[in-house]
Each structure stands twice: as structure tokens, then as C-alpha cells.
């Protein structure tokens, strides 16, 4: 935070950019900024009118039932239509859509044309199996070719779907596929990271054995030179590759209501249990589109890679959606940054010749960490325009993204947004903004920031809100609506949307993320819920309590610190440890593991029995505690702090 606040170098677009930049220079950027919150239901018509629809809209946007915001509504289009049969009509279908390259180095390329065959045969081998309109799907996928084929294949016809990020254990499916009642589970045999097959099918089969909603599962080779063993049940389990066989490559798409729901999207929120974010057709369309379009600048000899799974909100929107909805060329890489050395990355853009490079700080941070030799004799003079996305930059990678990858030329957009936002909402426009390290600067258009205190009076350090809603939107919580308003309508009565984070704007009217204001972590770029980890430590027969904090990680941005007590009789020794942590990864995934566990024989509490987690933060931290004596039992900090020495 401190460094955050000290910073005050800024840099201006590159001339060259800014010269063929779709948004150039400031003033473009304050007329089209000012137009679409003057008049926002023009601006946001204009922008719907670059794509196709079956049928136009009654109205732009319905406020009658907030905080249940429509747009677009009775619009009839289809976001599929719009990535692939559109690009073809405009002559597109022989420009290469996407690259794919496997870990292993096995290599694809598909045109639009191609993507749209092989979307169109997928869609055909779903419709024969029966999946029809508003069916739950839930998709268990490596980043190989196939994910993207699933998902558009879903969207062409009418099918809801829930990709499951591929390091998730076999439980979390089951939440999952419980939640939202799926009647299919699309996987793989298997898929490759750091060099390693992951078999993901008998992952699956673990996971949703005892799910009465599944009736199949559609699983595709992965191919390569490893067949992988894969057990299949009888009746249940399909080849996608002999479903397939006879399907025919032309599948009309369904003509989707603006507000049919397209996808669910889980992710992690104060509570125990994950949120299924409901996203809806038309919103959702137009704003992935035009965030696209003017935060990556992209154009026609642009090759975009965005090194996001799709299994999160970045592959959704900015790999999928929001770039094929541009007609745009991409690369996508199924496998870990390292592997087989930490130079893949740089390969990979030398390679293809990729214009525009859009990742996480954590990775970033990672590279850095694995020495600036790997970088020696790497061509990366293709690049134009760098991105990062997921959680607060600090100056320092942002400075090494800028001046080693970037060569102090390209510009570099800090996006701010959510699983929930569907889109960038706070974000660098490359050819207009000036940029400064560590800051998402400033809003997109149509978006409104405030920065509130508690009361809902205007503060320069304080809690985000945003004014008024916009396209891409959530439109709640799957099955749970009342969670919805609550979580992120009641905190200023229903006036602005609360996503959870700090900020603070500074002098310049920039944006500054300060983390989140809330029980939910961001470790590596991803969301967990530290009360989620808290009730799986307590399933534990030998734990009586457990609290759950974020820490700062040089790497991750934040780890994860467990605190947790044992039932008298119980040993809080190593084999405890080991034991939560394998709870941990059957119970979320290894990605969620803490850093550390550290038992005692109470946690701080207030006398009326609350555990104090900001006292837990100071102690480590190191900092001073204050006044400590209002604890129920103050010796317990002696205790937990001894620990730390
Ligand atoms: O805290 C913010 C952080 O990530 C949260 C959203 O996480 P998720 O829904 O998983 O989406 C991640 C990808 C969009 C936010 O509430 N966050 C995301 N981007 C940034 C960020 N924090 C600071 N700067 C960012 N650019």
C-alpha cells in the first residue's frame, strides 16, 4: 500500500500508438467518456448496432425492477453468431481465428471458417445426445481446442455453461454440478502441466458419481503421444470423437432472448459457499465486445494472446467472447509458463509474432523472480500493447513488464474488473491515457466510479462503488437472489453496486485498487473465500477452531495464513498439518492451500466470543497491536506471537 501511495511517475501513450489508435489521445477519449454517461442509452445503442441481431430491442435498458437490471431487452441474437458466422459473412473465414500449442509442443491453427465447422458439429453431437435449450452444462476441460469448441457450442444452442476451472478437486465438481443441477459434465481424458498428464476423467467420475442430475459425460481425447487411461461407464460416457463422427458441420443458432441466461461462472465470496454468477446473452455480448475492442486496440493484423484459463472470467470474456466477437487472431497455450524452462512465454510470442500480451501480475512476478537471463536473445520486438489483469500491480513488476518486455514502448493497460463486472470497468484506454505504475487509472465507458466510506459520503481513501449499472453485468446468484441483493445492493441501500475492493483517487482523478475490503483473498490472481477454507479446517475431528487471513506472498500477491485450534485431547503436530492441507486440496484444490498453519490453544477473542482476524493480521504482520487488554484472554496473543519469532 505503501509503495502504491508513493508513486508518482507517469508515462504518456507512445506517439506511435496513439497514431493508429482506435481511441487517440485524451480529448477523443473525454468526448466518447462524457457521451456515455450524458447520454447513456445512445451510446450504448450505437455500440449494439456493430453486431448482429435476429431481432432489434424495445429498450436499451429496465430499470423497473432494480436492482434485476435488463438490457437490450426482447432483442432476439446469438453471441456465437456474432464470434464466428459474422466474421465469416465480412470475409474473414480464411484468417486464422486462433493458434493453439499444447505443452508438449503439438501444435493447431483453425480459421474462422474452420472454428465454425467444428463449433457447428459440436453443437450437433450436444443436440444429439439430447441437450436442449437451458440445460446446465458443466465443462471440465484443459486449455485445449476442444474447451473453445464446448463453449460456443453451448452458446449456439441455447445450452447454459459452467467451466470449471481444471485445478478444482473432484468435491468442488460436485458443488458445482449440484448447484446448477447439470445434466452433463464435458471433460478430457487428460491434459498436460509442468509436464505432467492430469486425468482429469477420473477426476470427474469421482466428483459426480452420486449426482442424480448427470445424465452424461461427453469426454474428449486429448491426443498426443501418451494414450491416456481413461475408465468409461456404460450408457453414461461418450467419445466426443465417435459422437461426432457423423455430425454435420451446419447447426443453425438458437435465436436467444436478451436476458437468457448464457452462463454460470462460480467464484468465491464471504461465505462457505461459491456463487454461481449468472451471465445473460445481449449485456453480455456488447460489453465483452467493446471493451475488447478499445482496451486492446485491436485490429485486423493484431495477434492477442491472454495467458488466462478459460476455466476463469479472463478466458469467458478475453479469449472467447470479447476477442472473436473482433474477428481477431489469437494464440492460445494449453501449459505451465516454466515448462520445459522459464522462457516458454517469450518463445511463444517470438514465435507468433504476438502484438498484443495480456497476463497476470503473479506471472509476472514469477519471471521476474527466475532472472532476466531467459530473456537474452528473445525477440519480442512484435509487441505492441501489454496487459495485466487480477489483482493490484505493484510499481516494481510493473516497471520490469514495462521496461523488459515492453521495451519502455509499449503501453500497458491495468484492467480492474470481476468474475461479476463480465468486462473491464477500470482501465488504461492504450492510445489515451497516460499510465502510471500500479494504477487502473481510469473508468470505461458508461462506468461511473465512486470512492464512499460506509455512509455513502464521497472520500478519497475509501470503498469502490460503481453508479449506475452497465451491460455486462451479472444478473445474480444461481438460485439464490436474495444473495444477491444483499451482497452487493445493500451496502449503500441499493443505490450503487458494491464489488468489494478499496481505492483511493488521487489528484489526476485516477484509480487506485487498494485489495479487497471483504473475507475474500487473491491469491495468484484468484478469488478464495477465507471462510470457505475455515468450515473445511473445522470438519476436521481434531479442529475446534479456525480462522483464516490474507498475508502478503512476493509471488502470489496474497497467501493464505491459517490459524487454527486442537480439541483437548488432540496433537496439533505435523501430521495435523498434513492432514488439513490434503482436506484442503480434495476439499477446493492445491491452489488453495495456505502457506502456513499455526495452532494454538485459543484465538483472540472479544469478550462477546468474536474472533478478532484483524488482530491476527497485526501479528503477522508485525505490527503494533494497540490495546489489547478487551480481549476475552489476552495471553493468547503471547502465545500465537511466539510462533512468529
Ligand atoms: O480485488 C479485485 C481483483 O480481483 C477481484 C476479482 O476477482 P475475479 O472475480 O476472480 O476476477 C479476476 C479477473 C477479472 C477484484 O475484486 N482485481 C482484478 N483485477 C485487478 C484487481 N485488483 C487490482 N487491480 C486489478 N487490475
Known amino acids: 500500500m505503501e509503495s502504491l501511495s508513493q508513486e508518482n511517475r507517469k508515462f504518456n501513450p507512445n506517439p506511435q500508438f496513439v497514431k493508429q489508435a482506435k481511441i487517440a489521445g485524451m480529448d477523443a477519449y473525454k468526448e466518447l467518456y462524457q457521451k456515455s454517461i450524458e447520454k447513456p442509452l445512445e451510446f450504448w445503442s450505437d455500440v449494439a448496432n456493430e453486431l448482429h441481431w435476429f431481432k432489434p430491442w424495445d429498450k436499451v435498458l429496465d430499470e423497473s425492477n432494480a436492482p434485476f437490471y435488463q438490457w437490450y431487452t426482447n432483442a432476439k441474437t446469438n453471441i456465437s453468431y456474432n464470434c464466428l458466422d459474422r466474421q465469416v459473412e465480412a470475409g474473414k473465414g480464411d484468417k486464422v481465428a486462433f493458434f493453439w500449442e499444447g505443452e508438449p509442443g503439438d501444435k493447431k491453427a483453425f480459421t474462422y471458417k474452420e472454428l465454425l465447422d467444428e463449433v457447428c458439429r459440436f453443437s450437433n453431437a450436444l443436440k444429439s445426445l439430447g441437450v436442449k435449450k437451458g440445460d446446465r452444462i458443466a465443462l471440465y476441460l484443459p486449455m485445449i481446442p476442444e474447451l473453445i469448441f464446448a463453449v460456443l457450442a453451448c452458446a449456439r444452442i441455447g445450452a447454459v455453461h459452467s467451466v470449471i476451472f481444471a485445478g478444482f478437486s473432484s468435491e468442488s465438481i460436485r458443488d458445482r454440478v449440484e448447484d446448477c443441477q447439470a445434466r452433463m459434465v464435458i471433460t478430457a481424458d487428460g491434459g498436460y502441466r509442468r509436464g505432467k498428464i492430469l486425468e482429469l476423467k477420473k477426476i470427474v467420475d469421482e466428483g459426480v458419481s452420486n449426482c442424480s442430475s448427470i445424465s452424461e459425460v461427453l469426454v474428449i481425447k486429448r491426443g498426443g503421444e501418451v494414450a491416456i487411461d481413461c475408465p468409461m461407464t456404460e450408457g453414461r460416457d461418450f467419445y466426443y470423437d465417435v459422437i461426432s463422427e457423423d455430425c454435420s458441420s451446419v447447426c443453425p443458432p438458437e435465436e436467444m432472448d436478451s436476458e437468457d441466461l448464457l452462463f454460470l461462472l462460480y467464484t468465491s465470496g464471504t461465505t462457505g459457499k461459491p456463487k454461481g454468477i449468472m451471465h445473460t446473452t445481449a449485456g453480455y455480448q456488447v460489453f465483452s465486445y467493446i471493451t475488447s475492442k478499445y482496451v486492446f486496440d485491436l485490429n485486423d493484423e493484431d495477434v492477442y494472446w491472454c495467458t488466462a484459463d478459460v476455466g476463469w472470467i479472463t478466458g469467458h470474456t478475453y479469449i472467447v467472447y470479447g476477442i472473436l466477437q473482433n474477428g481477431a487472431t489469437q494464440v492460445i497455450y494449453e501449459g505451465a509458463p516454466n515448462h520445459p524452462e522459464p522462457d516458454r512465454f517469450w518463445n511463444i510470442i517470438e514465435d507468433y509474432k504476438v502484438t498484443t500480451f495480456y497476463t ?18 528473445k525477440d519480442l520486438s512484435s509487441l505492441r500493447l501489454l496487459g495485466t489483469v487480477g489483482e493490484p500491480i505493484n510499481p516494481e513488476a510493473w516497471m520490469w513488464y514495462h521496461e523488459k518486455i515492453g521495451a519502455s514502448k509499449c503501453p500497458i493497460v491495468d484492467t480492474w474488473w470481476q468474475t461479476e463486472t463480465g468486462g473491464h470497468l477500470l482501465t488504461p484506454i492504450p492510445g489515451a491515457i497516460p499510465t502510471k505504475p500500479g494504477c487502473a487509472t481510469v473508468p470505461f465507458f458508461g462506468i461511473e466510479p465512486l470512492v464512499l466510506n ?134 477446493i484444490g492445491k491452489f488453495a492451500r495456505p502457506e502456513k498453519i499455526i495452532f494454538s490453544s485459543d484465538l483472540p477473542k472479544t469478550r462477546s466470543g468474536k474472533i478478532m482476524r484483524r488482530l491476527l493480521r497485526s501479528i503477522a504482520d508485525g505490527d503494533d497491536l494497540g490495546n489489547i487488554t478487551t480481549l476475552a484472554d489476552p495471553s493468547v496473543v503471547d502465545e500465537i506471537q511466539k510462533q512468529f519469532n
Do not use: C
Open 360 to 377: 497476470a501480475p503473479t506471472a509476472i512476478r514469477a519471471f521476474m523472480k527466475w532472472g532476466d537471463h531467459w530473456l537474452e536473445g
Open 454 to 587: 460506509e455512509e455513502g459520503e464521497t472520500v478519497d481513501v475509501g470503498i469502490l462503488a460503481i453508479k449506475h449499472p452497465w451491460p455486462g453485468m451479472l444478473r445474480g446468484i444461481y438460485g439464490d437472489q436474495q444473495r444477491y441483493i444483499d451482497t452487493y445492493w445493500s451496502k449503500w441501500n441499493g443505490r450503487h453496486y458494491f464489488p468489494g475492493d478499496g481505492a483511493r483517487v488521487d489528484e489526476d482523478g485516477y484509480y487506485w485498487i487498494l485489495g479487497r475490503v471483504d473475507d475474500v483473498v487473491n491469491v495468484s490472481g484468484h478469488r478464495i473465500g477465507t471462510a470457505e477454507l475455515e468450515s473445511i479446517f473445522v470438519e476436521h475431528e481434531s479442529i475446534a477452531e479456525a480462522a483464516v487471513i490474507g498475508i502478503k506472498h512476493d509471488i502470489k500477491g496474497q497467501g493464505l495464513l491459517a490459524f487454527a485450534t486442537v480439541i483437548q485431547g488432540k496433537s496439533a503436530d505435523e501430521a495435523l498439518e498434513k492432514d488439513l492441507i490434503q482436506l484442503v486440496d480434495k476439499r
